[in-house]
């Protein structure tokens, strides 16, 4: 798939004509930065650099945009990770995207789960898989909720992120929470 111009859930968008070389889309809920800093009390360089985080941007490319090393962003992403009380990169992005402030987060997942359902072709399994694994629960939280095997949820994630076209579990949460900020 072409990711430089696609929405969050994977279709491609009128007009956007913007390079795969872009890098990961601006960051559309400053109110929740600002609250995320706040909260977990964050240099304003922590902040910067969550706010690539959030949106699915590795460590290196950071690196790129911040201009310091790749080793400098691994130390601030364990320092936003203790902050957060986070034990990953996905459930810092859960995290961020469901702070009990933000106002839109349950109708606009509900809106955001539809659609990804819809345009992800997800089972109704894989749905609810998705529901959970984007609020920061773990495969092992997940099969206590749903009553699966371990085997089973991960097949379910491995679908998720072969559906969705993401690579790892924290770009679907960033890509599933943009979506949802979006309206998408």
Known sequence: MDRSAATPFGERSDGDDRSASAGPRALRSPEQLAHATLTWRLTPRQAEILEHVVRGASNAHIARVVGCSAASIEAHVGQLLRKASAEGRGALVARFWTLPSTTETSPAAARALERATEIWALTPMQARVLEHVVRG??????????????????????ALLRKSGCVNRAE????????ATRGA
Do not use: P, Q, Y
């Open 172 to 179: 679907l949460i960033a890509r599933f929470w943009w979506g």
């Open 137 to 158: 629960a773990s495969n092992k939280d997940v099969m206590a909720v749903l009553g699966c095997a371990k085997s089973t949820i991960e097949a379910h994630v491995t």
